[in-house]
């Protein structure tokens, strides 16, 4: 049986995903009913031409306004701010951040809370790299880039976490609040920098092996110009921390 203390807040950082977003909703909303723990889902779509806002208001009168919140913003500002946007109108003592493209499967929830609970954990954070965890549908160019990038993280910055460019991560709401307030990093970098200072300042990390698929509808956002800025995001990490 849940701990009705518990609530959780998942926020969904959206931006052109109308095809990806209701079957993500309901996939989350099916796991979190299964399992009876409180949740509410905070949509924060960043002005996406292709309707993907419509949508989300479509998926608001079908699941009620306490389990879909809306907080639309005018363009896209950042994955960083997205998430303080997100914050402020969360209602949960627990932040679970995820991809609102199906490379995330919302199954895997029930599992970081029971992780959470375990340990008592400030963090908790999905791995591609430890158990059995993987990747599926990348190619071999995108595997090399992830697992190289992963690798030279770990020997430079020491960040006790198996995978620190992963994106599905459980957070206790106010370390969350003190980690993005620490962090400067834009981009993907931004994540590798979370789970960095989560190191930095103490916290505890623990992790939940998970599949990573790449996602269903859509193209990926990463791109030359995202390895850039990782590495030198990586570089600066390496010389403050």
């Known amino acids: ?33 299964e ?13 996406s031409p292709d309707g993907t806002l419509e949508v989300a208001k479509q998926l ?20 960083g701010t997205a998430y303080i946007h997100g914050m402020k109108h969360a209602t949960g003592n627990f932040i679970i951040i995820m991809d609102a493209d199906l490379s995330h499967h919302p199954k895997f929830i029930p599992e970081f809370i029971k992780k959470q609970k375990e340990g008592d954990y400030d963090v908790v954070s999905g791995t591609r790299y430890s158990g059995d965890g993987g990747v599926y549908g990348w190619d071999i160019k ?6 190289t990038a992963n690798y030279i993280t770990q020997v430079l910055l020491r960040p006790g976490a198996s995978d620190v460019t992963g994106s599905f991560r459980l957070y206790k709401k106010e370390i969350l609040e003190k980690l993005i307030n620490a962090c400067v990093s834009k981009g993907y970098v931004f994540q590798m920098e979370m789970i960095v200072r989560a190191t930095q300042f103490g916290c505890s990390i623990g992790e939940v092996p998970i599949s990573f698929v790449d996602r269903v509808y ?10 850039f800025y990782f590495l030198k995001g990586l570089l600066y990490l390496f010389a403050t921390t």
């Open 1 to 33: 049986m849940a701990e009705k203390k518990n609530k959780y807040s998942v926020l969904l950082p959206t931006y052109n995903e109308k095809d990806n977003l209701p079957l993500i909703v309901w996939l989350i909303v099916k796991y979190f009913t």
């Open 142 to 147: 995108r595997k090399v880039v992830s697992r």
């Open 218 to 227: 859509g193209t990926s956002k990463l791109g030359g110009s995202e390895i």
């Open 60 to 79: 608001e009168k079908i699941y009620g306004k306490d389990k879909i919140v809306l907080r639309p913003r005018e363009k896209k500002l950042g994955l």
């Open 35 to 47: 399992s009876k723990y409180d949740f509410e889902i905070i949509v924060i779509d960043d002005g």
